[in-house]
C-alpha cells in the first residue's frame, strides 16, 4: 500500500507518546511514536487523548539517536516558493529537535554535555538555508529521468520513489569546504552536485542537467593555517578502484559524460590536474571525455572574455549532448545523451562560472526550439530577461558557497553583469578572508554536524570514549599567549623608548624576534592548531 503525503498536520504530545495527526479533509490518519519502546503505529483520531498538548507542524524530517535517546525533528514553520508545475514548492525555514525522554537525569555530566554539543551540531545544520520540499512533485529526480520511468514507478509514493539525497538543497556526498577531498571507498564525490535548469513554455518542458564533484582519485587538501594548503594524493590507495566506481555510477544515471577540468595546469593543483587525466585514459571509456581548462591562467589580467575559448571548445560536444525536451502532450521530443561534469578544487566559484555560461547556451537553443525567440535572436539582447536570469545563476552559486565555505561565492560579479569589477575583486578578497577563518578555525564543528545529520556517525550512549573529549597540548594555548605578548612587548619598546637608542633597539629586536619565532612555530605545526573533524577519522594520507 502506498504511503500518503498531507499539506496540514498537528503534533499531539503526552509523555508517553507523539501523535502525529493528519488534517486534510476527509483524512482519520495518525501516527503515533511511543517515546518509550520508540514503536511507530499507524491508528486513527480518536485514539489521541484529550490532555496532549497540541501544536501544528508541516511536516517531519526524521528522528536521529544522540546520548540522551532519540529526538524527532519536525517542520514548525514553512514558506511558499513558488509553483512548479502547477505543485507548489515550500521552504522549510524553522525546525524544533524534540527529545524522545522526558527527563536527562539518567546522563553522568560528561554525557550531559556531549548531548548539548551533538544537539547544536543537528540545530546548526537546521539553520543552514536550502531545505526545500513538496508534498505533491518529486523534487529528487530530473524531468527525464520521470519521463523514462515505468508505471509501477510512478504509482509509487514520494517517500518510495525519492532519492535519499534530497530533501534539501545539498548533495549527496556532502563535504565542507576544505575538510574532505575526493572520493569515497564506493566512489561518491565530495561536493557532488546536480544542477538541472529547467523552462516551461505553452505545456511544454525542456531541461538541461549539469554536475559539478570533487576530482575523483584519493587526496585530501586539510586545513594547516596556511591561506592555500597544498593539495596531496595518496600514494598507496587504488585509486582506479574508486574512479571506475564513480564514473560507472555516473554514467547509468547520466549517460555520456564530458568532464571539464578547470583546476591550474602549474603549481600545487598540477598533480591532480595530470593524476585525472592519467585516470581517464587508463579507464579508457568511450562514455568519458576530458578536457583540460587552466582557468585563471586563461582568464588572467581580468581577461574573462577568453572564457569564449573554452564554450566554443565544447560547443559540438553540447549539441551532441543536447537537453530533454517535452511536448504539452507528454511526447518526449528529445532526449539529454550525457552531462558535463565541471570541477575545481572546491567545485565552487571557477565552476559555477563554467556551468552558467554552458546553461545559457543551452537556453539560447532550447528558446529558439520553442518558438520564444527568433532564429539570429541573441539572450543578451533582451534585457530585463539577461538580468534575471544572470541573477539566478548567482543566487545558485551563492547558495552552494554558503552552505560548503560559510560564504557568499567568489567571481559572482560575472555571473550576475558578464564582467569582471573591480568592487567584484574588492568582495572576492573580503569573502576569501572568511573562508580563510572558517576554514581553520569551525569547519572542525561544521564538518562533524554534517557527518552526524547524513548519518556518517552514529552515537553510542554506551561508548566510555567520548570523541568530543580530545585533549590538547599545553601548546595550543601557550604559544598564541607567548606570541600575543612578545608582539604586544615590541609595539611598546617602539612607543616607549628606552634611555639610548641602542637600549630600545635590543628590547625591540628581541620581543620582534620572539614573536616573529613563535608565529613560525604555530605555523609549521599549523594542523595541531586548527578545528579539525572529530566524529568521523579519515584514512590519514599525509
Keep these: 500500500m ?7 498536520l498537528k503534533l499531539h504530545t503526552t509523555p508517553e507518546k507523539f501523535y502525529v495527526e493528519a488534517c486534510d479533509d476527509g483524512a482519520d490518519d495518525v501516527l503515533i511514536i511511543d517515546r518509550v519502546s520508540t514503536e511507530v503505529t499507524l491508528s486513527v483520531k480518536k485514539d489521541i487523548p484529550p490532555s496532549a498538548v497540541t501544536r501544528p507542524i508541516f511536516g517531519i524530517l526524521g528522528t536521529i539517536h544522540l546520548v540522551a535517546g532519540n529526538y524527532l525533528i519536525v517542520i514548525t514553520k514553512k514558506k511558499k516558493i513558488g509553483e512548479f508545475f502547477n505543485h507548489v514548492i515550500w521552504k522549510a525555514t524553522d525546525f ?4 524522545y525522554k522526558k527527563t536527562m537525569l539518567h546522563l553522568t555530566d560528561i554525557q550531559l554535555q556531549d548531548n548539548k554539543t551533538f544537539l547544536a551540531m543537528i540545530n546548526h545544520v537546521l539553520s543552514v538555508d536550502g531545505f526545500y520540499f513538496s508534498t505533491t512533485y518529486d523534487l529528487t529526480h530530473t524531468l527525464q529521468r520521470l519521463s523514462n520511468t515505468s508505471p509501477e514507478f510512478q504509482e509509487m509514493s514520494l517517500l518510495e520513489r525519492g ?22 571507498s564506493e566512489g561518491h564525490a565530495a561536493n557532488f552536485v546536480e544542477t538541472e535548469q529547467i523552462v516551461h513554455y505553452n505545456g511544454s518542458r525542456a531541461s538541461f542537467v549539469q554536475t559539478r564533484g570533487s576530482i575523483p582519485l584519493y587526496w ?6 596556511k591561506y592555500k594548503p597544498r593539495p596531496l594524493i595518496n600514494k598507496v590507495a587504488n585509486h582506479m578502484d574508486g574512479f571506475q566506481r564513480h564514473f560507472d555510477s555516473q554514467v547509468i544515471i547520466y549517460g555520456r559524460q564530458i568532464i571539464i ?3 591550474n595546469q602549474k603549481g600545487s593543483e598540477k598533480p591532480l590536474e595530470q593524476a585525472f587525466a592519467t ?13 583540460a581548462f587552466d582557468f585563471h591562467k586563461e582568464c588572467k589580467n581580468m581577461r574573462w572574455d577568453r572564457l569564449s575559448i573554452l564554450v566554443d571548445q565544447v560547443a559540438e560536444m553540447q549539441d551532441e549532448l543536447s537537453y530533454f525536451l517535452v511536448d504539452p502532450a507528454g511526447k518526449v521530443l528529445t532526449n539529454q545523451e550525457g552531462v558535463f561534469r565541471s570541477n575545481c578544487m572546491d567545485c565552487l566559484d571557477r565552476t559555477n562560472v563554467i556551468q552558467s555560461l554552458l546553461a545559457r547556451r543551452s537556453l539560447q537553443a532550447q528558446l529558439q526550439r520553442l518558438g520564444v525567440l527568433h532564429v539570429g535572436q541573441k539572450l543578451e539582447e533582451q534585457d530585463e530577461f539577461e538580468k534575471i536570469y544572470k541573477n539566478a545563476w548567482a543566487d545558485n552559486a551563492n547558495a552552494c558557497a554558503k552552505q560548503y565555505a560559510g560564504t557568499g561565492a ?41 557527518d552526524l545529520f547524513l548519518g556518517n556517525y552514529s552515537v553510542d550512549e554506551l561508548d566510555s570514549h567520548s570523541p568530543l573529549s580530545v585533549p590538547r597540548d599545553l601548546k595550543f594555548l601557550a604559544l598564541p599567549i607567548i606570541m600575543v605578548v612578545a608582539f604586544s612587548m615590541c609595539i611598546i619598546c617602539l612607543l616607549m623608548a628606552g634611555d639610548t637608542w641602542t637600549e630600545t633597539l635590543a628590547y625591540v629586536l628581541f620581543w620582534g624576534v620572539a614573536s616573529i619565532g613563535t608565529f613560525f612555530i604555530i605555523l609549521y605545526n599549523g594542523k595541531d592548531f586548527v578545528d579539525a573533524p572529530r566524529l568521523v577519522q579519515k584514512e590519514k594520507i599525509d
Excluded at 502506498?2 to 496540514?8: I, L, P, S
Design 261 to 263: 577540468n578547470l583546476v
Design 96 to 99: 524544533d529537535v524534540l527529545s
Design 220 to 225: 585530501s587538501q586539510r586545513p594547516n593555517l
Design 279 to 291: 585516470m581517464v585514459s587508463s579507464l579508457a571509456s568511450g562514455m568519458i571525455r576530458y578536457i
Design 2 to 8: 502506498a504511503a500518503t503525503t498531507y499539506e496540514r
Design 163 to 184: 532519492r535519499p539525497t534530497v530533501c534539501m538543497e545539498w548533495p549527496s556526498s556532502k563535504r565542507t569546504f576544505c575538510s574532505a577531498r575526493g572520493i569515497d
Design 410 to 450: 567568489l567571481k559572482t560579479d560575472f555571473t550576475r553583469t558578464g564582467k569582471r569589477t573591480q568592487l567584484g575583486l574588492i568582495m572576492d578578497g573580503w569573502n576569501s578572508l572568511i573562508r580563510y577563518y572558517k576554514n581553520n578555525f569551525s569547519d572542525g564543528f561544521r564538518q562533524d554536524s554534517i
